[in-house]
């Protein structure tokens, strides 16, 4: 089965790229400086010649791919789009373990389902399984929430893991931080890269069904801060940090664990900065994915169908002082992912703490 591009000219793509990263990317000009300036413009115009000669996905792909990489963050990338990847299956499958490194480690024995649940642990403790913090698992952690509220208002511990969860949305662990804090939770806010490119996709973005009136309210107002300041950094929240207070402190659960390991990232690291300020809360696992610096991704109409193009457009105001990406977030204890029963081993830390 050949897998030539119809319309897919990989130089045009190529610059695409290129110029589409430089205008809009929220990192770009925290990670091309004048120190490395050279070298970055030699290894773009090798590639770009790599990208004259490319004539299929495959070949593209790779090229456009080895660019974004450079910069080290996750959240920047040239991915194959779903509908590639389901025609083509064993060639997604390839292509992912070339910039994998070789094939993926196996899961461990023991690793958890993709579904968000809660479980019993006994009389006193309840298991929260939250696998994923998209858009759309914001309801369903709700509604969790909800249907289960007598469990969780009389249990004395909870194991909240999050293995596996990339992040999402922050909206999505709304509803479980009133239950685990203890005082006021402080954090850096998000400052966006005004450009046009940027404005224009957050416009196009407030057709979407999949946002709350909430959400479309800020992005409302983002747009007009950058649409003030083209070619800026605008911070949306109007504050150099932020502080969370809830009117009470609820009696259980007493001591909360969290699980992680190295793929818990995104908005699943940021709920881990909010949750352990928490004098409830302690972190076991391994480091954390390390993707929270740049975020707020969009996805850009790159030529090619067959390939999307995610660009970062906020960056963290915690930086440059603390950084997380390519470090990740360390757990108060730390726990081999090959251990038989993880959660029964948070389980017993929590209650011996």
Same mark, same amino acid.
């Given at each position: 089965m050949s897998l030539k591009a119809q319309n897919c000219n990989c130089?045009?793509?190529?610059?695409?790229?290129?110029? $589409?990263? &430089? %205008?809009?990317?929220?990192?770009?000009?925290?990670k091309v400086k004048e120190h490395n300036y050279n070298e970055f413009s030699l290894f773009t115009s090798k590639l770009r010649k790599k990208a004259a000669k490319a004539t299929d996905i495959k070949s593209c792909y790779i090229v456009l791919r080895t660019w974004t990489e450079w910069f080290k963050d996750h959240h920047l990338r040239v991915q194959l789009d779903w509908r590639f990847r389901e025609k083509y299956p064993d060639a997604a499958k390839q292509l992912s373990q070339y910039f994998a490194g070789g094939k993926p480690?196996?899961?461990p024995a023991n690793y958890?389902?993709?579904?968000? $649940?809660? &479980? %019993?642990?006994?009389?006193?403790?309840?298991?929260?399984?939250?696998?994923?913090?998209?858009?759309?698992?914001?309801?369903?952690?709700?509604s969790l929430i909800k249907a289960n509220i007598k469990q969780l208002e009389s249990a004395e511990y909870w194991v909240i893991d999050i293995r596996g969860n990339v992040g999402g949305t922050d909206y999505a662990f709304n509803s479980i931080l009133p239950y685990i804090y203890t005082?006021?939770?402080?954090?850096?806010?998000?400052e966006y890269l005004s450009s046009r490119g940027n404005i224009d996709i957050l416009k196009e973005g407030l057709q979407s069904d999949e946002l709350n009136s909430e959400a479309k309210s800020f992005i409302r107002k983002l747009i007009v801060l950058m649409e003030e300041k083209p070619g800026g950094f605008v911070n949306p929240s109007g504050v150099e940090s932020v502080?969370?207070?809830?009117?009470?402190?609820?009696?259980?659960?007493?001591?909360?664990?969290?699980l992680i390991d190295r793929k818990s990232a995104s908005s699943a690291e940021t709920f881990l900065l909010m949750a352990r300020q928490s004098t409830k809360v302690s972190v076991y696992g391994e480091n954390s994915a390390g993707m929270l610096d740049y975020g707020n991704t969009q996805f850009f109409d790159i030529p090619c169908k067959d390939l999307n193009l995610v660009i970062p457009i906020s960056r963290s105001m915690r930086l440059p002082e603390h950084p997380i990406d390519n470090i990740?977030?360390?757990?108060?204890?730390?726990i081999d992912r090959n251990d038989p029963d993880p959660v029964a081993s948070v389980l017993k830390a929590i209650r011996q703490k």
């Open positions: 130089l045009t793509n190529f610059d695409f790229m290129v110029n $589409s990263v &430089k %205008l809009n990317y929220a990192g770009y000009a925290d480690a196996p899961l958890p389902g993709d579904t968000s $649940s809660l &479980k %019993l642990l006994g009389p006193d403790a309840v298991l929260l399984r939250l696998p994923s913090f998209e858009w759309s698992e914001k309801t369903v952690i709700d005082n006021p939770i402080m954090g850096k806010p998000d502080e969370m207070k809830f009117d009470k402190t609820c009696v259980y659960p007493k001591k909360v664990g969290i990740g977030i360390s757990p108060d204890k730390k």
